[in-house]
């Protein structure tokens, strides 16, 4: 019988060799991800501070699919090990309730590691049990593979569902104190890890990070409103209005996702076309788009506030192409593709419309990664 609360476009993994696959490509995705943000420092792309805010997410998400590939190890080999939920229409990444309850099981990881036998405890009964009583230990190597995933959790660092704002001191400029803000969120319309970089100009009398009533207040508000529906002009035109002493110059969010994999998921698109054509073997049957929003304030203006005060606001520009900017909100809009040879050349030789203007990088064998328009 078919499950009626799971929607059609999500996937519930019931073998344990296609989960295993599954968590194999995306090890490897995840490892190329931070190589690909230090190509675009290479470029001028983005700052030390940008690539450094941009890898910690990055990594999270890596410990992330670390921790879920130990829990769901043993996926179909019987009823209580659970089975992972992916979106394989919109976005190819887990399903955004797999990070809620990997956060509730995160709260509760210490109290099972207690009453938990020990990794060295498991795998001494695994021997017996294959020695003496010659049987596979199928449900002791299910235990280790919970306490490993329970080990994950206390270590902590993950990619959550919601990661919240951070701030770096960027220096001073004209006087005035400039921070980078970076947060992320696993956005739950899209099932997309996304992540958020705000260089503020404060013109407040305490530095906003040691600012007790501002910080907070900040924090809750950016949270609040880092909703993938929202255009980024919204996002900072609402900051921009709620704080006077707070000044949003440039704000970015990225998107690292939707994954394509012709074994994997069924979006529709040139991208299925192109892996079918590249007919890769396992673990390079994939492709990663990655997009980029910048908005970047143009001006400033003195507006009235109260009876004879003014306040600073910005006036962002927007992309001025065909009337785009009204369209996105933002200033420019950037896509990349991260794919493996055999696919980047079946890209090549396919070239669909569309992906003239879009970066390509290119993950080698050897882990290298390559830049092409």
């Known amino acids: 019988m078919a499950d009626l609360t799971t929607p059609l476009d999500y996937f519930r993994m019931e073998d344990t060799a296609v989960t295993r696959r599954y968590f194999g490509k995306f090890e490897k995705i995840t490892g190329y991800l931070g190589k690909v943000a230090a190509v675009m420092e290479a470029e001028g792309r983005f700052s030390r501070e940008d690539t450094a805010a941009i890898a910690r997410y990055l990594i999270g998400l890596n410990y992330t699919f670390r921790a879920l590939a130990y829990k769901y190890h043993f996926a179909g080999r019987f009823a209580h090990a659970g089975q992972l939920t992916f979106d394989r229409v919109e976005s190819g990444f887990p399903v955004y309730s797999e990070l809620l309850e990997m956060a509730n099981d995160a709260l509760q990881a210490p109290r099972h590691l207690e009453e938990m036998p020990s990794v060295e405890a498991l795998k001494d009964q695994m021997i017996r049990s294959i020695v003496g009583a010659q049987e596979i230990p199928t449900k002791l190597q299910y235990a280790l593979s919970q306490r490993l995933y329970y080990q994950e959790l206390v270590k902590g660092e993950m990619y959550w569902a919601r990661n919240d704002p951070q701030s770096v001191w960027l220096g001073e400029f004209a006087g005035r104190r400039r921070f980078q803000l970076h947060w992320a969120v696993y956005d739950s319309q899209i099932n997309l890890p996304t992540i958020y970089l705000m260089e503020v100009e404060d013109t407040g009398k305490v530095g906003l990070p040691k600012d007790e009533r501002r910080w907070p207040e900040a924090q809750r508000h950016l949270m609040a409103q880092s909703v993938g529906g929202l255009k980024l002009l919204t996002i900072a035109k609402g900051f921009d209005e709620d704080f006077d002493d707070l000044h949003p110059i440039r704000l970015r969010r990225f998107h690292i996702g939707p994954m394509y994999s012709h074994a994997f998921t069924s979006q529709q698109g040139p991208l299925r076309e192109v892996l079918e054509a590249a007919n890769s073997p396992d673990g390079e049957d994939w492709a990663l788009v990655w997009t980029t929003e910048d908005l970047v304030s143009e001006r400033v ?73």
């Open 301 to 373: 203006e003195s507006v009235k506030s109260g009876w004879f005060g003014t306040v600073e606001r910005q006036v962002f520009a927007l992309d001025p192409f065909a009337g785009r900017g009204a369209e996105t909100g933002a200033t420019r809009m950037d896509r990349s593709i991260i794919l493996p040879e055999r696919p980047y050349q079946a890209l090549a030789e396919l070239n669909p419309p569309g992906f003239s203007d879009v970066r390509k990088f290119v993950v080698g064998a050897q882990g290298r990664v390559l830049s092409y328009r």
